[in-house]
């Protein structure tokens, strides 16, 4: 269930000063996870070249996959980083912002 902020500000100039700060705050956070998912991806191609069989070991749902089908998840995760798309969960499908901190 997505939760969607609205704002009960009146004042069109302060409303949008108040947008244009959530949503720098929201472009840092989301910065932050397409960092991340790059990590995770870099991670799972350097334990898969190293040490396959630490990586199913340590991600059980690995465990039955394949090289080549562990490599196509960390391109798709590195793809979904690298996307010029909005991840999930930052802004609804009319550009408000989503609390992400109340979806259950």
Same mark, same amino acid.
């Given at each position: 269930?997505?939760?969607?902020?609205?704002?009960?500000?009146? =004042?069109?100039? %302060?409303?949008?000063?108040? #947008?244009? %700060?959530?949503?720098a705050k929201a472009f840092q956070k %989301?910065?932050?996870?397409? %960092?991340?998912?790059?990590?995770?991806? =870099?991670?799972?191609?350097?334990?898969? !070249?190293? =040490?396959?069989?630490?990586?199913?070991?340590? #991600?059980?749902?690995?465990? +039955?996959? *394949? @090289?080549?089908?562990? &490599?196509?998840?960390?391109?798709?995760? &590195?793809?979904?980083? @690298?996307?010029?798309?909005?991840?999930?969960?930052?802004? +609804? *499908?009319?550009?408000?912002?989503? =609390?992400? !901190?109340?979806?259950?």
């Amino acid at each position: 269930m997505l939760t969607v902020t609205f704002l009960a500000v009146t =004042d069109a100039e %302060e409303y949008r000063k108040r #947008v244009k %700060e959530d949503n720098a705050k929201a472009f840092q956070k %989301e910065k932050e996870e397409r %960092e991340r998912l790059r990590m995770q991806a =870099d991670l799972v191609e350097n334990m898969l !070249q190293h =040490d396959s069989d630490k990586l199913r070991a340590e #991600v059980p749902w690995m465990a +039955d996959k *394949s @090289d080549q089908e562990i &490599r196509r998840m960390a391109e798709r995760i &590195r793809k979904l980083a @690298d996307s010029p798309h909005p991840l999930e969960g930052y802004w +609804d *499908s009319h550009g408000r912002l989503v =609390d992400k !901190q109340q979806q259950v």
